[in-house]
């Protein structure tokens, strides 16, 4: 029932930035985390960043300090800023929305197709 319209991926070279949003659509439930995984070629799907309706947020250690995620309740639109990209952010973006932070982080939700990042070094 939830739609996950996402954009912004693309390439980069090292050291640069890029924005990607994702836009919720749908069957969608007050107190919604919201946020973004990634999948690299011989890597597991990993968490990158999530954040609550309320604000509440949570980085990857790999990513702390270089990328921001930010929230439009009312556009139920979700944002990650990525600075000072490396090769190996290299991976596909993947949306994703779930009822809580706690099943945001198990799994448990709505994905989107995702979005291809490379980054060149």
């Known amino acids: ?62 990513v702390k300090g270089r990328f921001t995620i930010s929230r439009d309740n009312a556009k139920n639109t979700v944002y990650l800023q990525m600075n000072s990209l490396k090769p190996e952010d290299t991976a596909v973006y993947i949306c994703a929305l779930a009822g809580s932070d706690y099943d945001f982080k198990r799994g448990f939700g709505s994905w989107g197709q995702g979005t291809q990042v490379t980054v060149s070094s």
Not at 24 to 33: K, Q
Not at 41 to 53: C, D, M, W
């Open 1 to 62: 029932q939830v739609q996950l319209v996402e954009s912004g991926g693309g390439l980069v070279q090292a050291g640069g930035s890029l924005r990607l949003s994702c836009a919720a659509s749908g069957s969608i439930f007050s107190g919604n985390a919201m946020g973004w995984y990634r999948q690299a070629p011989g890597k597991q799907r990993e968490l990158v960043a999530v954040i609550t309706s309320g604000g509440s947020t949570n980085y990857a250690d790999s």
